[in-house]
């Protein structure tokens, strides 16, 4: 790997499936699978994931500053197939900051962290998506954070990441309209 980081940020987990899947940390080589990965995810998937367009452009920008912008991107590899993309930031976007400030909800950006996260349509319910979230937990305590938001909230027109996110601590702190549907921001204590 091309990225800077420590092997016990990988791991091997069993899904659901009777399948076992890689978590590893994204490197410069995965540009054409995570592209793949882009193309293949359905539209209604899409419509609730915000952090950046799904195409080969954005693939080959991301991977092409992998390990180099304070952001880990774990994958979740089954048959070298990219299945799953979580994407940490180490920090506060400026926007999710002017949300929480009006909420009395001060973020520190040298230990607090941001989650955007996506799994392949095809491996939702497998159980992937509450290992990735586990794994990537303990890696951002680790890196020194003490709590995680959601990227740009969570829309309510999607109970199923609510109720995925209340699953691992995190708790609604607000409410937003964006993109034309309300939103929620959530935060959890690592």
Not at 154 to 176: C, I, T
Request: with cysteine.
């Amino acid at each position: 790997m091309t990225a800077p980081y420590p092997d016990e940020f990988s791991a091997a987990v069993n899904l659901s499936l009777d399948a076992e899947a890689l978590l590893r940390p994204l490197d410069k080589s995965d540009t054409a699978a995570l592209g793949d990965y882009f193309l293949t995810l359905s539209e209604a998937s899409k419509r609730v994931y915000g952090p950046h367009p799904f195409d080969r452009d954005t693939a080959n920008a991301v991977c092409a500053g992998a390990g180099d912008d304070g952001t880990l991107r774990l994958l979740a590899l089954h048959d070298e197939t990219i299945v799953g993309y979580f994407i940490l930031v180490l920090g506060i976007h400026d926007g999710d900051r002017r949300r929480y400030e009006p909420l009395g909800i001060e973020l520190d950006h040298s230990t607090d962290c941001t989650l955007a996260p996506s799994v392949l349509d095809a491996y939702q319910n497998s159980g992937l998506g509450s290992h990735m979230m586990g794994h990537l937990k303990k890696i951002a305590r680790a890196l020194g954070r003490r709590r995680m938001l959601l990227w740009g909230g969570v829309r309510h027109d999607n109970p199923r990441a609510r109720h995925f996110y209340e699953k691992f601590g995190f708790v609604e702190v607000g409410h937003f309209p964006a993109g034309g549907v309300n939103n929620s921001d959530m935060i959890a204590d690592l």
